[in-house]
């Protein structure tokens, strides 16, 4: 039997991409990448030099793997040794090993391209109350095969990005509120709280969208969404079903985070955890309807209300309430089937194209069970809904 017969549950490696990471002023640079199937083996060897004028060390290292020549970077990558993750240290020839049998067992692609990322850690300076999100690739998806639309799992880069870390307060949303409808804004709802410093709710998709531009506007930044594709009109009133094309992705102001950027956010910079803490929940860690069993240690029930947005303690990168108090409304168009799309897989993806009757919602809420604060769980509604556990939270580009 020749190598391809035996070796059918591995891939061919063939070209290489190159990728470096831009959150520092000085970014480390990766080069001279190579790689190559073990023979007789199910395992890649991936060498690389990696190199910092800055100095900084040690790095932390991420790899992605397309099988399409780099037209999108999909192919699950988890199981990998040597110079990867925290700790990696500059210089030549660190090596990795993948096992392909374990993650992308029964394929054979001679398309593969691999695609190296350097983190030194530097992060610029954030916007008050906002946490600084790196310019990494993830996993994106449900690695428990739980929830059929978070799957395919699949590896996503997110430019660096700012978030909330809290979600929009009572406090927060009557500042900007204020000085909208005295400025041209009209909403379809004044927004509820159940106490100070609690998120607000009760918001549509259309009202959180119409706040972030006010918020932009009242600090002198440029807004995000406009009425159209010419992005010369502000979107200050109405329900308006507005495109991607009617979104200034470049703007310096606040918006609500892709799908892909919540789930990035989320994970705090930990992978293929069903929650932003870990794999088990408890009322200890989030405010959602416990139902003692698996995963969930509980206790059964629930509070009946809102918590403060300072109530448990943050994940990775700082951020509050990822899982659980209220949903959190996305930019992006629902769709069920979207995770097995090409353009899923594209760097900074922004969702389906076509407005449809869903947008998206995220992070589980007081009054739902755990398995819908999960990190991978993909909700929707339609825009117009509002309830007392529909909230949001902004981000601005880094």
Not at 229 to 257: D, E, F, H, M
Not at 303 to 310: D, E, G, I, R, W
Not at 352 to 370: H, K, N, Q, Y
């Amino acid at each position: 039997m020749n190598a391809r017969n035996i070796l059918r549950s591995v891939i061919a490696i063939g070209a290489i991409f190159l990728s470096t990471q831009p959150s520092a002023a000085t970014p480390p640079v990766v080069s001279n990448i190579r790689a190559a199937q073990r023979a007789g083996t199910h395992l890649v060897d991936i060498y690389y030099n990696v190199s910092d004028a800055e100095g900084n060390s040690p790095l932390t290292v991420y790899v992605a793997i397309s099988a399409n020549g780099g037209l999108n970077f999909n192919v699950p990558v988890f199981t990998l040794t040597g110079a990867v993750g925290p700790g990696v240290a500059l210089g030549n020839d660190r090596h990795i090993t993948w096992n392909a049998g374990t993650d992308w067992p029964g394929q054979f692609n001679s398309q593969c391209k691999v695609k190296i990322i350097a983190d030194d850690g530097t992060a610029p300076p954030a916007p008050a109350g906002m946490a600084y999100i790196p310019a990494l690739p993830f996993q994106m998806g449900d690695t428990f095969l739980e929830n059929t639309a978070s799957m395919p799992v699949h590896s996503v880069y997110v430019s660096r990005f700012f978030m909330d870390k809290f979600d929009v307060t009572r406090e927060q949303w009557l500042d900007v509120y204020t000085w909208a409808i005295g400025n041209g804004y009209a909403f379809d709802n004044g927004g509820s709280f159940y106490g100070n410093n609690h998120p607000v709710h009760t918001v549509n998709w259309y009202d959180a969208v119409k706040w972030s531009n006010a918020r932009s506007e009242k600090e002198g930044l440029t807004p995000c969404y406009y009425t159209d594709a010419s992005q010369s009109a502000v979107y200050r009133s109405g329900q308006l079903g507005i495109s991607n094309a009617c979104v200034k992705w470049s703007a310096t102001g606040y918006r609500l985070p892709t799908e892909a950027e919540w789930e990035k956010a989320a994970r705090g910079g930990a992978a293929a955890r069903r929650f932003p803490w870990g794999d088990t929940i408890s009322r200890s860690q989030a405010n959602y309807y416990g139902q003692p069993g698996g995963y969930d240690l509980g206790p059964a029930g629930y509070l009946n209300a809102t918590t403060p947005v300072n109530a448990y303690a943050p994940n990775g990168y700082g951020l509050y309430d990822m899982a659980g108090n209220v949903w959190q409304w996305c930019w992006d168009v629902y769709d069920q089937n979207w995770y097995g799309q090409p353009a899923a897989s594209s760097d900074d993806p922004h969702g389906p194209p076509t407005p449809a009757s869903g947008r998206v919602l995220r992070g589980g809420a007081w009054f739902i069970s755990a398995n819908y604060s999960q990190c991978a769980y993909r909700n929707d509604n339609d825009p117009v809904s509002a309830n007392g556990y529909f909230g949001f939270r902004c981000v601005r580009g880094g």
